[in-house]
């Protein structure tokens, strides 16, 4: 049996992603598109055609549930000048549906109780949101897009398909759904709106025409010498509780082998000098396992929820953030892009020829106005990996000889109201195994993922010794079965498709969480 360690020898870390929250109210006055006057003369078209040529003509998007409107449809788009709202009713046909405008998207939702000026508290405390988060040009899933409500600090991440599920408090109807992602304008949905619907919603791309000259005369070390100095000012020095999801997987060739996953409670202490360090307590778990009498080699992550911890690059500095390392590193200001409703520098850096120890690659988003750092992806240089590969395989099985073929991570963080917190974590990484005297090798996939669903700075206090989760252990030594109603009110991260397909055809043993087993 193998154990992974995730984390390198020398202090490495992650930096962020963007993500957040913002309120928007509903706008009234974009509505008279819906009454503006239109000619078509398409003829018999599908839905979804039918719904491009009116955006081309109008200018505006559409937002809507897949299961209330069939995009293969046929119907005709031969219309004088018609007011927008009839050709829409006309072509969609369902009483049940209504239009609203926010922005220059078209959202249509299903009709609920509730309108925008009379929206009383419903009786029921949770509704799942589901929805996927797509490239408006490409139609491509986006993935880890963010999704929340800024107003309480509540929010999810997209899986890596760009589907999302979010937990929806009654008191919140009121409130505005935002998703974002970094370089995509963000989007603002009314949570009364998005009530029973599940969206495919569209993020547009925002370009920043930037010269050359600009981009050329800004120094990126002196870019990132700010990011390093103004954490404390960005990031905190009062601690913070924080709820997350956390999950991990192993995968051989193609099946899924074992998949853990827990809410747990984060208390960061503060981002200054600080001899008390962060602490994770597991509030609920479960695993599954499909390990068979055949399998001759078994990988387990060691250390996972640590690395989360780890990869907290502004707490952690990252190594390629850290001035006195500015020296093993080339780096370059590449583009200025869109995130939420600022901007960030964008550098990259890669490790110079001379230096043959293995380093990170990769780039590092950096907002132009406060130095704050929104996202970071990165990995281990691959032309060193296999160099110190002990750095990151801490046992081996006799006979067999494993080695690392990628390590890469990315890490998100969200501002809400001028403070900035972890928001997600990711770490993916690529070994093989190959058996003495064998020619073939086994290839295997580990993921460890955090997304954090909740965020609380008031009477923070730390969790007692005996509550704290062993970080050091192998998680995947905690228990239970797969259903979805075990995480009851807790935000969770949806597992991708193929994951699911694995997870619902596995055979797996229901336990109860053990810390002495996680030891």
Not at 202 to 225: A, S, T
Not at 292 to 301: A, F, N, S
Not at 431 to 455: G, P, S
């Amino acid at each position: 049996m193998k154990n992974c360690n995730v984390w390198l020898v020398r202090k490495k870390t992650g930096i962020a992603l963007l993500v957040l929250l913002c309120c928007s109210i509903w706008l009234n006055g974009q509505e008279n598109i819906l009454d503006s006057l239109f000619t078509f003369k398409s003829g018999t078209v599908k839905v979804s055609n039918a719904f491009n040529i009116i955006s081309r003509q109008t200018g505006y998007s559409f937002t809507y549930d897949s299961k209330l409107i069939n995009p293969d449809k046929k119907v005709s788009l031969t219309f004088q000048r018609t007011q927008l709202r009839e050709i829409l009713n006309q072509i969609i046909s369902n009483d049940s549906v209504d239009f609203t405008v926010i922005n220059k998207y078209i959202i249509i939702y299903k009709i609920t109780p509730y309108q925008p000026y009379a929206i009383e508290i419903p009786e029921w405390e949770y509704k799942d949101l589901t929805g996927t988060i797509s490239d408006f040009e490409t139609g491509e899933p986006i993935p880890y897009a963010t999704i929340g409500i800024r107003s309480v600090g509540r929010g999810t991440v997209a899986n890596n398909n760009g589907e999302f599920l979010f937990k929806i408090n009654r008191d919140w109807i009121k409130d505005t759904l935002v998703i974002s992602h970094i370089g995509y304008q963000q989007r603002k949905i009314p949570v009364w709106q998005a009530i029973g619907n599940e969206f495919n919603i569209k993020l547009k791309r925002d370009y920043i025409p930037i010269p050359e000259i600009i981009i050329r005369n800004q120094p990126p070390q002196e870019i990132l010498r700010k990011a390093y100095t103004y954490v404390s000012r960005n990031y905190g020095n009062t601690p913070a509780m924080l709820t997350g999801f956390y999950r991990e997987a192993v995968i051989k060739k193609n099946d899924l082998q074992i998949y853990s996953e827990a809410i747990i409670g984060i208390y960061k202490s503060p981002y200054t000098s600080s001899l008390l360090g962060d602490q994770i307590k597991i509030f609920k778990s479960r695993k599954m396992e499909n390990i068979g009498l055949k399998d001759t080699i078994t990988v387990r992550l060691k250390a996972g929820l640590n690395s989360c911890l780890e990869l907290d690059g502004a707490k952690n500095t990252f190594d390629f953030l850290y001035p006195e390392n500015f020296s093993q590193y080339d780096y370059r200001m590449t583009d200025i892009v869109k995130v939420d409703e600022g901007t960030a520098f964008v550098v990259e850096f890669v490790q110079k020829p001379e230096v043959e120890i293995p380093l990170f690659t990769g780039s590092i988003y950096i907002n132009t106005l406060n130095y704050a750092i929104e996202y970071a992806e990165f990995e281990v240089n691959p032309a060193y990996i296999k160099k110190n590969k002990e750095d990151f395989i801490t046992y081996q099985a006799k006979g067999y000889t494993i080695l690392p073929i990628s390590i890469k991570y990315r890490v998100s963080y969200k501002n809400i109201n001028g403070r900035y917190f972890l928001n997600h974590v990711r770490g993916d990484l690529n070994f093989t195994a190959r058996q003495k005297n064998h020619l073939f090798t086994t290839n295997f996939l580990v993921f460890f993922e955090m997304a954090v669903t909740d965020i609380r700075t008031e009477n923070v206090t730390r969790f007692e010794r005996d509550e704290t989760a062993p970080l050091q252990s192998v998680f995947s030594k905690t228990i239970t079965g797969y259903d979805y109603d075990f995480w009851g009110d807790f935000d969770f991260l949806k597992p991708e498709d193929n994951l699911l397909n694995e997870l619902n055809n596995m055979k797996a043993r229901l336990q109860i969480f053990s810390k002495e087993e996680g030891k």
